[in-house]
């Protein structure tokens, strides 16, 4: 499970990424993203430490399957690779994940790799820190 700080949790946050936000698309999945001003209570000198925790949150419609035991399924196998990619992921961030029906075909290793791939375009993980996790 991720931490609290790093869920986004209410329909008024998942609507602003979807008005305001960025696009990157993959063949599985589409990523939401949108940059968070700095906030006043978190205000610091340093850059990084003066942005909020990114948070993320997953979008599955009943499309991708209407067994809700394989929603959850992809669910909880995006919520593992993002666990995994949270120390290479930037401060600041709203990100919201579509998953597209397809997507009930991936492996855990498809779904992280895949993950990786987007967050990188979107700027929004350090691709060079630690290279690849595959």
């Known amino acids: 499970m991720l931490p609290d700080t790093n ?10 990424v979807y008005r305001k936000g960025m696009r990157r698309n993959s063949a599985h999945f589409s990523l939401r ?12 000198p340093t850059a990084e430490k003066s942005l909020q925790p990114t948070r993320t949150g997953i979008s599955i419609s009943l499309k991708v399957s209407k067994r809700a035991v ?27 994940i579509v998953v597209r029906p397809i997507a009930q075909e991936c492996n855990y290793a498809e779904i992280l790799r895949e993950l990786e791939q987007l967050l990188v375009e979107a700027e929004v993980l350090d691709g060079n820190s630690r290279g690849s996790i595959l």
């Open 70 to 96: 394989v929603r959850n399924r992809i669910k909880r196998q995006i919520r593992a690779a993002l666990r995994q990619l949270l120390p290479r992921l930037k401060f600041g961030w709203d990100l919201v």
């Open 7 to 16: 869920r986004l949790k209410h329909r008024k946050d998942f609507s602003a």
């Open 33 to 44: 993203a949108l940059r968070k001003p700095k906030s006043a209570e978190f205000a610091k």
